[in-house]
């Protein structure tokens, strides 16, 4: 994935976009400086800028790891190098978390660049830097989930676009989870908990729970096993 030139295009499109974004945040920030002078505990740089970017950046990934992914495996199995890999005698758990953490180190490269953007007004701010910490560190646990789910839908289908599609409807049916306020009573505190937001938020917010990490470390473990269990049937039978 590395040596391919169109995720590094795809970085370029979204450092881009969110660069633009951040200028007019910051040309919103200037504008309220006045007002916000005379509130006793107003918002600062870090709430009305660089927080709500690091959240764009969670939306956009929403759509860029499903794409990232969706080579993993099932370009392998459709390019015929998959069987090649398996009968080099490499196991599936490496093969797996090898794919795994090249992707998650393009996605943790490409939030550095992204954390670095309001950064650059250190200088000239007072960014709350325990608070940018905990949402650079919501994003990234963010980023390991997702990593995985579309790893995971990656390894049960032979084709690109269609490992795509599936992973990018898994991360919206849990991204919107909580939104499903139709379900019975008592599946309420269930869709809340499965909510990729509801763990997400409260990072975003500067609150670091051992809950909401705990969250997303499991969701990546069972994607990657499902991956796992996936690639060593198809081992197996070949």
Request: contains cysteine; charged residues 10%; glycine residues 6%.
């Amino acid at each position: 994935m590395l040596m391919r030139p169109w995720p590094w295009v795809l970085a370029a499109v979204v450092l881009a976009w969110l660069g633009w974004n951040l200028l007019l945040a910051l040309g919103e920030f200037l504008k309220a400086q006045p007002h916000l002078a005379t509130l006793p505990s107003a918002p600062g740089f870090t709430d009305i800028v660089a927080v709500p970017l690091l959240a764009q950046f969670a939306e956009i990934a929403l759509l860029i790891v499903p794409l990232l992914g969706m080579q993993a495996l099932a370009g392998e199995r459709r390019a015929g190098t998959l069987p090649l890999l398996l009968a080099q005698g490499l196991s599936a758990p490496v093969i797996v978390l090898a794919k795994y953490f090249a992707q998650l180190l393009w996605l943790v490269g490409l939030l550095t660049l992204v954390v670095a953007l309001p950064l650059l007004l250190a200088p000239t701010t007072h960014p709350d830097w325990g608070k940018l910490a905990a949402a650079a560190l919501g994003i990234a646990s963010l980023l390991s989930a997702l990593s995985a789910v579309s790893l995971a839908a990656s390894a049960f289908t032979r084709q690109p676009v269609l490992a795509a599609a599936l992973a990018l409807a898994l991360i919206l049916m849990l991204w919107a989870a909580a939104a499903q306020g139709h379900a019975p009573q008592q599946a309420g505190p269930v869709l809340r908990w499965l909510s990729l937001p509801t763990h997400l938020q409260p990072l975003l917010q500067g609150l670091v729970s051992t809950r909401d990490l705990a969250y997303f470390v499991i969701l990546a473990a069972l994607a990657l096993g499902c991956a796992i269990q996936r690639l060593a049937r198809e081992r197996a039978v070949a």
